[in-house]
């Protein structure tokens, strides 16, 4: 497991986010904490764009995530879509509170196939040899 650069750091002095790599044979776990805006997201997207292009799938967990914006959305969707187009696919892990109801709100619960534990997200890719996309829900 590695961690990328954190982004801009608080008044504290506290980076504001952080993403974690954990990388397995056939997935890729991105762990984002702190806010995923448009202060953070310059940081982030060369490693989100470079992961969601490899031959793995993709877990974007987002449990410790305070904030997204449009900018954090725009990553994550963008994410989902690489995946898509390498041939993978891209699930969000996302607990009640602010962050997933911004994804519901945007219509994304669907899109990156939200699921609440990091458990069911792992299960969801395992279920089908299809891979979410193609009926598993």
Known sequence: MSEMPSS????????????????????????VSGDFDLATTPTHAA?????????????????GTRFVDST??????????RAIAAGNH???VATPGAVLRVLELSGLVDTLHVQQDLDA?????????????????
């Open 8 to 31: 801009p750091s608080d008044a504290a002095g506290v980076p504001a986010s952080t993403v974690t790599v954990e990388e397995r044979a056939d997935r890729v776990v991105l762990t």
């Open 47 to 63: 490693t989100f764009r470079t992961l969601s292009r490899s031959e793995r799938h993709v877990i974007l967990d987002l449990r």
């Open 72 to 81: 954090g959305l725009a990553v994550l969707l963008n994410s989902a879509r």
């Open 90 to 92: 891209c699930v969000a």
């Open 121 to 137: 997200a792992h299960a969801l890719l395992d279920r089908a040899p299809a891979g979410p996309y193609r009926g598993a829900s």
